[in-house]
């Protein structure tokens, strides 16, 4: 929660301990990222830029995530960090 001081915009994972219903529907939606139903529900949400951490997941799923997300038009990478963090710019839809 603290971090996200440093930008003050929404954050779909939330903010508190306060868990509302749609988090829960949101989270397993999301859980099964990059397939396409989450990267629909992103895009639903309005969602800007998304974080993947991909040291936290192992060979070779973080390869085909790398892979899958680097051959979409939507996702624009930003950055990357030293632990494996990248962070991509999601771009809505015209």
Avoid: C, K
């Avoid at 529907?25 to 895009?43: K, N, Q, T, V, Y």
């Amino acid at each position: 929660m603290l971090a996200s001081t440093v930008h003050w915009t929404p954050l779909v994972n939330g903010y508190s301990g306060f868990t509302p219903p749609s988090f829960v529907e949101r989270s397993e939606l999301l859980r099964h990222f990059p397939d396409d139903a989450a990267i629909r529900l992103l895009h639903e949400l309005g969602v800007s830029h998304v974080v993947v951490h991909l040291g936290r997941y192992r060979s070779p799923r973080r390869e085909r995530i790398a892979e899958l997300l680097a051959s979409r038009a939507d996702f624009e990478l930003v950055e990357t960090g030293p632990d494996g963090e990248r962070l991509y710019r999601l771009r809505q839809a015209d």
